[in-house]
């Protein structure tokens, strides 16, 4: 199973960006995909993250300005971050908790990052 980002980039403070995540392989089923992010000297935090039954997840700090819809026929989940502070600054990872078709189990998949740059 392959995640592969995209939609990353330099932004402007108040401004927004999506990202993308699709994922990809011999996939029985996923159970939950999401996004994490990690700011330099920091340690990698959930953003959102959303079950395949639809129930999401927030961090505090993004309440109200990212959501994370889906679309689930086409295994690709998306960040819409709106309103984007400085502090936002960071790459972003998506994630997914999947069962590979080789596999009667869950296994962490993790992407390999974009990098989001709030900034004026």
């Known amino acids: 199973v392959q995640l592969v980002e995209s939609g990353g980039g330099l932004v402007q403070p108040g401004g927004s960006l999506r990202l993308s995540c699709v994922a990809s392989?011999?996939?029985?089923?996923?159970?939950?995909m999401g996004w994490y992010r990690q700011a330099l000297g920091k340690q990698r935090e959930l953003v959102a993250r959303?079950?395949?039954?639809?129930?999401?997840d927030y961090a505090d700090s993004v309440k109200g300005r990212f959501t994370i819809p889906i679309d689930s026929a086409k295994n690709t989940v998306y960040l819409q971050m709106n309103g984007l502070k400085p502090e936002d600054t960071a790459v972003y990872y998506c994630?997914?908790?999947?069962?590979?078709?080789?596999?009667?189990?869950?296994?962490?998949?993790w992407g390999k990052g974009t990098l989001v740059t709030v900034s004026s």
């Open positions: 959303i079950t395949s039954g639809g129930t999401t």
């Open positions: 392989g011999s996939i029985r089923s996923i159970w939950t």
């Open positions: 994630h997914a908790l999947a069962t590979p078709m080789s596999s009667d189990y869950g296994v962490d998949y």
